[in-house]
C-alpha cells in the first residue's frame, strides 16, 4: 500500500501536515507540495522564470523549515510560486534547488512562518516522515 505525500492534520490554532517520502529529497518535495496545498496557493498564468537555490543548515529539520521558509519568503517579498522543482539534498545539510517561479494569485490562508514545534524527521513504512506545524 503506497503511503499519502502528505496529509493536513488537525491542530488546535495552527496549520499542520504529515508529509512522507522514500528519500530526504521526496520528504522535502511532498511537504512543499503539502504546504502550497493547506496554504491555498494558487499561480497566474504568466512568465515562468528560471530560479536555482542553494541551501543549508546544520541538520535535516533545520534544511526542511530552510526550505519551506525559502517558498513563503518568494511568496510573500516577490509574489512567486515555486513550481515545477528538482531537489538534491546534500548529507542532510545542503539542498540544491532548481524550480520555476511563476507569478502568485491567490493565497487562501496565510501563513507566518514553519516552526519547530514536533518537528523531527523520523524513519517510516517505506522511507521517511516528518509532522510540520504552521504558525498562521
Known amino acids: 500500500m503506497a503511503l499519502?505525500?502528505?496529509?493536513?492534520?488537525?491542530?488546535?490554532?495552527d496549520l499542520a501536515l504529515k508529509a512522507?517520502?522514500?528519500d530526504l529529497a521526496?520528504?522535502?518535495?511532498?511537504?512543499?507540495d503539502g504546504m502550497i496545498a493547506i496554504a491555498g496557493y494558487e499561480p497566474e498564468v504568466g512568465p515562468r522564470l528560471a530560479r536555482r537555490l542553494r541551501l543549508s543548515a546544520p541538520?535535516?529539520?533545520?534544511?526542511?523549515?530552510?526550505?519551506?521558509e525559502e517558498i513563503l519568503s518568494?511568496?510573500?517579498?516577490?509574489?512567486?510560486l515555486l513550481q515545477d522543482y528538482t531537489l538534491?539534498?546534500?548529507?542532510?545539510?545542503?539542498?540544491?534547488?532548481?524550480?520555476?517561479?511563476?507569478?502568485?494569485?491567490?493565497?487562501?490562508?496565510?501563513?507566518?512562518?514553519?516552526?519547530?514545534?514536533?518537528?523531527?524527521?523520523?524513519?517510516?513504512?517505506g522511507g521517511l516522515?516528518?509532522?510540520i506545524v504552521f504558525d498562521v
Do not use: S
Open 4 to 13: 499519502e505525500p502528505y496529509r493536513e492534520l488537525d491542530h488546535t490554532a
Open 20 to 22: 512522507h517520502g522514500r
Open 59 to 68: 541538520d535535516g529539520e533545520t534544511l526542511l523549515v530552510t526550505w519551506l
Open 26 to 32: 521526496e520528504l522535502f518535495r511532498n511537504a512543499a
Open 74 to 80: 518568494q511568496a510573500e517579498a516577490e509574489h512567486t
Open 129 to 131: 516522515e516528518a509532522i
Open 88 to 125: 538534491r539534498v546534500k548529507n542532510e545539510t545542503g539542498l540544491e534547488v532548481e524550480a520555476v517561479a511563476l507569478p502568485l494569485r491567490r493565497i487562501a490562508k496565510e501563513i507566518k512562518a514553519v516552526t519547530f514545534h514536533e518537528l523531527a524527521i523520523r524513519p517510516a513504512e
